[in-house]
């Protein structure tokens, strides 16, 4: 069922001791301040020149390790962060990816070092989050043969189960007041606007008990197979989302 009141997940990618210090330190004190339990996406090797942005944070490791003491679950956020592959994702927003179109065994070895990489920095990575959305039939089987079921993305209003996964949606890229639903919200803290810190904060005061966790995602709403009606409800979501990013990319070739 769609759980009502709507519920919310917040999602914060590309977490890596290279990411900026200070732009993540603007939205840090809000966790902690409402209490939020949130998704950090962490890149377990990262190798993307855009994440490199400070210097690397001799504290991240432990930072991370104490904000999942505090209730925070962690994502495995792909492994070096890279795109070089221009597979079909199942979530079908980017054309460049890190894993979709990759061969099953070499996504599987890259899955097997990005866990062993957080598990040896004792985290306990228990959600897989792919860069740009990127991940296929074959990532789906990886996963369950490395023993993660739990993914972030696609676009209905509950939590389901495709593939022998469980996926917990991921529709929004800001606040946005939901009636109904479980909505999780992305944020970059490398490049996230000063404003969106602002709107961040005024949503939290004013939804603040509606904020959910991974743990009690997948225990009070129980994942399951979509509905026809909730399956026609997603496939409308990714068409519409599809078609605003290309109009974006049309726009910006014109002249």
């Given at each position: 069922m769609i759980p009502r009141p709507a519920q919310y997940l917040l999602r914060f990618d590309d977490l890596c001791p290279t990411m900026s210090r200070p732009g993540w330190m603007r939205f840090k004190p809000l966790l902690e301040e409402f209490g939020v339990k949130p998704i950090l996406a962490v890149v377990p090797d990262n190798r993307d020149a855009d994440l490199e942005v400070s210097g690397a944070d001799v504290?991240?490791?432990?930072?991370?390790?104490?904000?999942?003491?505090?209730?925070?679950?962690?994502?495995?956020h792909g492994y070096r962060h890279l795109?070089?592959?221009?597979?079909?994702?199942?979530?079908?927003?980017h054309?460049?990816?890190?894993?979709?179109?990759?061969?099953?065994?070499?996504?599987?070895?890259?899955?097997?070092?990005?866990?062993?990489?957080?598990?040896?920095?004792?985290?306990?990575?228990?959600?897989w989050v792919a860069p740009r959305h990127g991940f296929d039939g074959?990532?789906?089987?990886?996963?369950?043969?490395e023993g993660l079921g739990v993914l972030s993305d696609g676009f209905a209003r509950v939590p389901f189960v495709r593939g022998?996964?469980?996926?917990?949606?991921?529709?929004?890229w800001a606040?946005?007041?939901?009636?109904?639903?479980?909505?999780?919200?992305?944020?970059?803290?490398?490049?996230?606007?000063?404003?969106?810190?602002?709107?961040?904060?005024?949503?939290?005061?004013?939804h603040v008990?509606?904020?959910t966790s991974v743990e009690r995602v997948v225990k009070e709403l129980r994942p399951e197979r979509l509905g026809f009606a909730e399956g026609i409800y997603e496939t409308m979501a990714v068409w519409r989302l599809r078609t605003s990013l290309a109009r974006k990319r049309w726009l910006g070739r014109r002249p």
């Open positions: 504290e991240f490791w432990s930072e991370m390790r104490a904000m999942e003491a505090a209730g925070a679950s962690i994502g495995l795109s070089g592959a221009r597979g079909q994702s199942l979530v079908p927003m054309r460049a990816t890190e894993f979709a179109g990759i061969p099953e065994e070499t996504q599987r070895a890259w899955i097997r070092a990005g866990l062993e990489i957080l598990r040896g920095h004792g985290l306990n990575p228990c959600v074959n990532t789906l089987r990886a996963l369950r043969s022998g996964v469980t996926w917990i949606p991921q529709q929004l606040p946005v007041e939901k009636r109904a639903g479980l909505w999780t919200m992305v944020v970059h803290a490398n490049s996230a606007p000063d404003e969106l810190v602002g709107q961040l904060r005024a949503f939290l005061e004013g008990e509606e904020f």
